[in-house]
Each structure stands twice: as structure tokens, then as C-alpha cells.
């Protein structure tokens, strides 16, 4: 996820900047830059990489006289991670240079208009675009907060910017839909970032801008309006009491648990231009020019490999493609029998796993095409792909992955529906149900995750003395109730295994006895009566029972725990935080190292 920070004040204003854009460091990036205005120029710095390339740029004695500019570090999502596609852009003329976060999703017809109207491109980004669109504004328009107004009217999208002229060194203009965005005030200085500890060193005084803000500022003043009407808007400056490190965590305890709180803003991400609403469609033109496969293997290793597992049951339902989903580690030493008309779906969120790498190799070798679903661009599974989908979760840092899994989650369904309907076997219902679902789901996420958090709390110390779990659950449920029991041990060190429900009975009931206990997902779906009846088994053996469940199921267990209804499948979207949390709450009530457990690394780039 990218990081900005934007400076005007009393003090050499580079400095200030490049510490900022290290402070951010956390949110992951490939390339990063910086541009002030001096002398009625605007001046750029920019390297792909690491901080460090940039700052042996900064080797001009001019570098310490601006006091004031903004900068970036770039996490890729349109164009490759390289200097041309790096923060700042500047608009045809040079005088405008901009700095953004986030996705603008009709970039692509904005930028055919701004080209025949003879503006010049310089990158493949979809940021600048906002660049020449606010050039334009001004054209037409007598202030930059009516420029940029007009500007933002015109695209659809997410964005945090920040913007100078240079025309009025010292000014910053800045402004939020969908991605963070704040103010840092200062006595005699003013800062925006993207995330507190950018500033954290300088003022703890901060504005939280909502969305559809924007702030005009200089050294010594600071005004919000509102986007659309210009009105100004009153804001109260918060004072926080934050360290670096609890700042870095946006506030939360720890990363695994401001990632699982993430996943409301992951789907919406990962929706972003997704959806062609009038034409009901789903865009993913990343593949439009490979045939669908006659079969399609799904490689990938933990918590992607769950994702995949999941995707075959919709595959298969919706789409009609018979799916293989196989752990790289066996995939990669098969006598496998590949034909040319199937494809290979490689799933890793940190696009470096070895043994995914491996079936990648094999695949191709044997003459098929692969798709990466990944989530870090320009990683090799990215690279050695014939063709990437990025899931665009941000980036993640808790080892146990979980926002990644519920950005995999959207793009598969999604991949699924895009399929389903070039198959022509998609049910009609199912792509305006599924549209009308995700847009509200991000909302109801958003509400329902404190609720979770507290349930899997009460449920942790209840079951803290379990040394073994099952988890258990059928259809589309049982990769979900795999991954519930993946992330228990790997946090908790709790002994759990996730189980197919009806599997139970050909053994590994012989375990159940009143100190192992069971958790199931027993949603209102098709196969809630099977589940019912396996877990009368269960409690017939005098296991304890948890089970997710919807109301109205009228299910018996020691405790049900009760999660809204959705349609369909997306009820997964539910389920998923929900295993998350339980994992979570567990493991900080066992006082385990949740962001870094034992053993386990972050990228497994070993066999
Ligand atoms: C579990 C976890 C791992 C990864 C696995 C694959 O929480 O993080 O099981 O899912 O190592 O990693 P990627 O997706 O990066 O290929």
C-alpha cells in the first residue's frame, strides 16, 4: 500500500520527508520519490526500490533549501514497479506534481480523453491521470480547491493525495475517498500522511480527514472543505498519546489484528473496477485473450492453498470447469498429465513461495499456461506467469496471512462469475445476487467485526485449556474449516485438525471425549441437516461444540455463536474473520507471539 507524506513549514523540508516516507516503510513498497517547488520549478526525485536509492539521489546542495514538498513510496498496482511508474507526477507543463494512494477505476477512458485533447503521458499509472485532470481544472477554474473539485467529480475510484504547484511553493493540497489520509499540526508546520507515525516525531496534534475532504494548507494555516460544495468543514484536532511502534499499528495491539480489520477496505479494493453494473459484467481483461480451460489445477501451498480449495466447489457449480486443487509440494513431483487446453492457477500472496515456483516451472515446461493470483506486484510468481490477477489486499505482515486470503476469496469468486458467464452456464440469478451482496458486504463487515472480536474473546477463555481442536464443516465450508484449524495451531500452538463433517465417522471421531473439543460451521445452507447430524455424533462422544451458525437453524450445541445472513457463498466472507478472530483471541489469552510464531516465516522461499 503506498505512503505519503507532505510537509510545509520552517525546516529543510527534504529531511522531514525522507524519515516520514520511512516511517511508512511498514505498508510494504517497490519504488518511492519526492518533488518540491523552488526557483518556479517544480524539482522530482524518484528510484525504484528501496528508500536508500532515493536518498543517494538527493546528492544536490539544493536538496536542503526547499521547506516544503511531498512524497511517496509506491506500491505497485498499475504499471510495473520501476522510476518511470514512481510518485510524483507532473502534469504536461510541470507545474503541478502529485502524489496518490489508491485505485482510480476509470482511469483508462479518462486518459484516451486527456490524449486526443493533447496532454503528454509519462507513466503507466492511473494516477496521473488525477494529475492532468486537475491541470484542466485549472484551465477553467480560478482556485485550486475548485480545480481539484471539479477534478475529483470526474473519476470513480479510491485516492489519498496530496498536490503542489509551482506557482505557490509552501502551499499543500490534499484530499481522501476510501484511502487514510490525516493531518499533522504543527507550530509553525503542517504535515499530511497516510499514516501517523510519518509525522509522529514532529506533533502528536492530528485532524482525522473523512472521506470526500480536502484540506488547503501553508505553513501556518490549515482549512477542511468538503469536495462537493467547497463548504469548509469544522474539525477538531486530536491530541494522541502513541508510540512509533503502537502508531505503526494504526492503533491495534498488533498487525494480525489490524489486517483482519482491514478486510472490509480488501474487498472493496479488490472490487474496484471489477464489475460492469450496467453491462452486468465482470471485468477481468487480464484474461480475455486465453481460451477457457477444458480443466483447471490449482496450485498453491497453506492458507492460498485453503483459497483454492474453496474456488473449486464455484468453479465447478457455476462456471462448470472441473477443478484439481493440489499442494505445490506434491503437484511439483507428480507424473502429472497435463493437456494443452487446461490451464494452471498458481494462488501465493507473497508471489515467492518456492514450492508454488516449482509447479509455475513444471507447468510451463509441460506447455501450459499459468495464471498467477498474487498479491505482490513484480514478485516471480508475478514475473514468470503468462498472466497475473493481483488481489490488491496491501501489503500484509502478520506471518499468518489473513486479509490476503479474503482478497484471494473476491478474485476467485469473481474469476468464477467471469468464467461462468463466458461458459454461458452461469445461473441468472447469480451475478446481480452476488453484485448486490458484495456491495453491501464491505458495511455489514464493518459493523459485525468488534461484535466477533468480542465473541472469539469470550469463546478463548472458555476453551483455553483445549490442547486439540476438529474443526469441521461440509461443501465450501470444509476449506474454510481447514483454514480455521491452519491458523489455531500456528498462533496458538493449539493441536487442531480440519475435517470434512461426514469424514468423521471413518475415524477420527475415536478422539472425541469431553476435553476435545469441536468447532463446526453450520451455516443455513443445503448441507446444514448432514452437519446436524454429524455433530449429534460428536455430542453422543460428549464433545464440547462451537459452531458457527445463522438464526434460525435451530441448532443445539454448547455454543452456537450467531452470524448475520448473507447470500450464498458470500457468507464465507463472514466465516473467514470469524475462524481468524477465535485463532487470535486465543493466542493473545495463551500469550503467543501472534504477529511472529515460532518456526514460521513470513515468504517460504525454500523447498
Ligand atoms: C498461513 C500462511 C501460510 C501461507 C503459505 C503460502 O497463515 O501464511 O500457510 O499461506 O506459506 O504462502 P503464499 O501465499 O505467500 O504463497
Redesign the pocket.
Known sequence: MCGIIAYTGHRPAIPVIVEGLKKLEYRGYDSAGLAFALSEQIHLYRASGKLEALEDRLTSPIIMQPTSGIGHTRWATHGLPNEQNAHPHLDSSGSLALVHNGIIENFQELREELIKEGHQFNSETDTEVLVHLIAKGLQKMSSFPEAISWALSQIEGSYAFALISKDYPGKIWAARQASPLLLGVGTGENFVASDIPAFLQYTKDVVFLEDGELVEMDANSWQVYSVDSLKPVDKQVQHIAWDVQAAQKGGFKHFMLKEIFEQPRVIRDCLAGRIDRKKEQVILTELDDLPVPRRLHIV??????HAGLWAKYLLEKWAHIPVEVEIASEFRYRHLVLNPDELVLA???????AD?LAGIRLAKEKGIKVIGLC?VVGST?ARESDRVIYTQAGPEIS????K??CSQLVLLYLLTLYWGQRQKVLPLDVLSKSIHTFSSLPDILETELPRLREKAAALSQEYAAARSFFFLGRGINYPLALEGA??LK?ISYIHAEGYAAGEMKHGPIALIDPNFPTFALALNDELLPKVKSNLKEVEARGGKIIALTHPQTDLKVDHPWELPLLWGPLNSFMVLPALQLFAYEMAVYLGKDVDQPRN?A???TVE
Open positions: 498453491a501451498c497453506g492458507t492460498s492453498y494462488i501465493s500472496q507473497s508471489g515467492e513461495t508454488t498479491n510468481v506471518v499468518a496471512s489473513t490476503a486470503m491452519l491458523k500456528e514460521l513470513k515468504s517460504v
